[in-house]
């Protein structure tokens, strides 16, 4: 009897306390309820926390970077507005991959407004610009500059070939400076390189231009690529009896996509020569005081190229990756993704005396 005291007892205090135990155990299960809510409530708030934190630094870091970017001002544009030509340099790199050439009246809204946001200079290049409407296209375009939106400087870059006297006559006193490509002083190579036409001599052409500038006072430039086929060239005589007010020497340059590259309509490669041969060129001619150095670092990012709907091109990732067209966004928007490098510009000398008043020449 003894033995089953404390089991009765035990017993009676199990039944006494089940229902306070009972009620325990449910109050601690809605504790741990809350507990799990309220820990759950807390872990979401902060989490909330953090990311608006995380937007608010980043919207602070974007606001820098705007800061930080300068509005780009197209002091100087080249206007590349044809891709068709009649020669086939082997490292042209601005190639005819489209025969597209915007309608003229479309042409000058845009130039209004490049002018309107700080245009100086304009080079019309292509291509061959003296190609669309034998001249005429860019004649128009060469005396809309200069006429009606006062441009100081108004250039163009041509291979010469096609080039008539009329054309001066009719359109030369709007132009401030012609630039002929020449490569070569000796035929054969010019030959080699794509740049000639047939039997027509292009050194020979050079020489009638340079006397059209003198007689139609615009001032006239020589714009050479070296590669290959020139590097051991000496031209030291031709350019200084040519006497042009800059020699532009540029080393030959591949732009993925136009001279290189599976889509390339040029296989460049083979033009391509290295910095010491480039050094050694330049060093050959050094007693050229109009001689204009521009190594594939200097040119590469270092013009506002402007194609032919209008869009910016940019160099950056050695192709030419378009804008969306000014004429669709406006410069501003267009102009952020030109890729151009404005300090650049300026180191190579990009500004310099640009208009025929200021040259002050001995025609
Ligand atoms: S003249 Fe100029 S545009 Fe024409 S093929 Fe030669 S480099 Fe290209």
Redesign the pocket.
């Known amino acids: 009897m003894w033995v089953f005291m404390p089991l009765t007892f035990a017993g009676k205090l199990i039944s006494f306390l089940r229902q306070p135990l009972s009620f325990l155990w449910s109050s601690l299960d809605s504790l741990c309820l809350w507990l799990r809510i309220t820990f759950w409530l807390a872990r979401t708030k902060r989490d909330q926390l953090q990311q608006d934190k995380k937007k608010a630094e980043d919207s602070i870091e974007e606001e820098e970077e705007n800061l930080d970017v300068p509005t780009i001002i197209p002091i100087s544009v080249n206007y590349h507005f044809t891709?068709q030509?009649?020669?086939?340099?082997g490292?042209?790199?601005?190639?005819a991959k489209t025969s597209f050439v915007m309608p003229l009246e479309e042409v000058k809204r845009g130039l209004l407004m490049l002018k309107e946001a700080g245009m100086e200079k304009i080079n019309f290049?292509?291509?061959?610009p003296f190609l669309p409407d034998r001249g005429d296209y860019l004649g128009k375009m060469v005396k809309f500059c200069k006429e009606e939106l006062c441009l100081p400087s108004v250039s163009i870059?041509?291979?010469g070939s096609l080039i008539r006297k009329k054309w001066f006559k009719d359109y030369g006193n709007y132009l401030d400076i012609l630039a002929i490509?020449c490569d070569s002083f000796n035929e054969d190579v010019n030959a080699l390189i794509?740049?000639g036409q047939g039997k027509k001599g292009h050194v020979e052409n050079l020489k009638k231009l340079r006397q059209w500038c003198r007689d139609y006072r615009v001032a006239f430039k020589i714009n050479s690529?070296i590669n290959r086929f020139n590097v051991e060239e000496d031209m030291n005589e031709q350019i200084k009896a040519l006497n042009p007010i800059r020699w532009k020497v540029f080393q030959c340059l591949i732009i993925e996509g136009e001279n290189a590259g599976e889509d390339a309509l040029r296989e460049a490669e083979r033009f391509v020569i290295s910095d010491d041969e480039f050094e050694t060129f330049l060093e050959r001619h050094k007693d050229v005081s109009c001689l204009v150095p521009e190594s594939n670092k200097k040119m590469k990012d270092s013009y506002l190229i402007l194609d032919e709907y209008m869009r910016f091109l940019n160099c950056q990732n050695g192709r030419k990756d378009p804008s969306k067209s000014i004429l669709d966004v406006g410069i501003e928007e267009a102009i952020k993704f030109s890729g151009f490098d404005e300090k650049m510009f300026l180191r190579r000398g990009g500004k310099y005396k640009w208009s025929k008043a200021d040259l002050k020449l001995d025609w």
Request: glycine letters at 14%; hydrophobic letters at 20%; proline letters at 0%.
């Open positions: 891709r030509c009649n020669y086939k340099c490292f042209c790199f601005h190639t290049s292509g291509g061959e870059v041509s291979n490509s794509g740049r690529v």
